[in-house]
């Protein structure tokens, strides 16, 4: 089926520092992908919309120069997290629309926890 | 968003179907129902979605509601490892987002 490969699958990072989070599309092209974050027991949180070729579309309150997100090709999208803070400390949850032979659901990666430190 | 309301959580048995409900009463034409899981740790799992008829996939089924309002998941024959937090979703055909509720929590007894 489907895969939607996401890296790294955890990480640990100094308050102030940047982190990447990878997502990929392996066996087919996302011409759209999301990004979600996750806190505690709580669900997912729809953060942006990554778009090949233009820019983001972010929701409300999600701080646009903190969250960079660069979707690069039409397998890739990329989520960079910018002067981390503890706060920052989730769980980040990519996924694609697709591929369009199967279900017409959404496939997700794996997720990405990160704790600032 | 048109929203749904699902149970915060259930529990049945290994071994013998289980029946996820959910309500959406301000469904509109153009919203298809989808159902996601999410393991402990993992991001959710694609699982079945419908629009007006009911739907059967190797997962699950999916029972609609012959006014739209109100749909079941149905797990044949529950295991362990169907434990998991299960979301009802709308998503208007014409938008490509899709927005996650709070979900039902369900617990599978040995």
């Known amino acids: 089926g489907a895969v939607v490969s996401q890296h790294p699958s955890r990480v640990i990072c100094k308050s102030g520092t940047s982190v990447k989070i990878e997502c990929r599309s392996l066996?087919?092209?996302?011409?759209?992908m999301f990004w979600y974050r996750q806190f505690p027991k709580q669900s997912l949180m729809l953060m942006a919309t990554?778009?090949?070729?233009?820019?983001?579309?972010?929701e409300q309150g999600v701080e646009k120069d903190k969250f960079l997100i660069n979707h690069a090709s039409l397998t890739l999208s990329t989520l960079t997290v910018t002067s981390a803070h503890p706060e920052d400390s989730s769980f980040y949850i990519c996924?694609?629309?697709?591929?369009?032979?199967?279900?017409?659901?959404?496939?997700f990666g794996s997720g990405t926890r990160l704790t600032v430190v | 968003d048109a929203k749904t309301t699902q149970p915060n959580s259930m529990e049945s048995n290994e071994e013998e179907p289980v029946h996820l409900p959910c309500n959406h009463s301000?469904?509109?034409?153009?919203?298809?129902i989808h159902w996601y899981r999410q393991l402990p740790s993992q991001g959710p799992e694609y699982v079945i979605h419908?629009?007006?008829s009911n739907v059967n996939n190797r997962m699950a089924s999916l029972a609609i509601a012959e006014d739209r309002k109100s749909s079941t998941l149905i797990l044949h024959r529950a295991t362990l490892r169907d434990a998991a937090v299960y979301y009802c979703?709308?998503?208007?055909?014409?938008?490509?987002?899709?927005?996650f509720g709070k979900g039902t929590r369900l617990h599978i007894l040995p």
């Open positions: 996924s694609a629309r697709g591929p369009p032979w199967g279900h017409e659901g959404y496939t």
């Open positions: 066996d087919f092209q996302a011409t759209t």
């Open positions: 990554s778009n090949e070729g233009s820019k983001a579309t972010y």
């Open positions: 301000t469904i509109s034409g153009t919203d298809y």
């Open positions: 419908g629009l007006t």
């Open positions: 979703i709308l998503r208007d055909i014409r938008d490509d987002k899709i927005i």
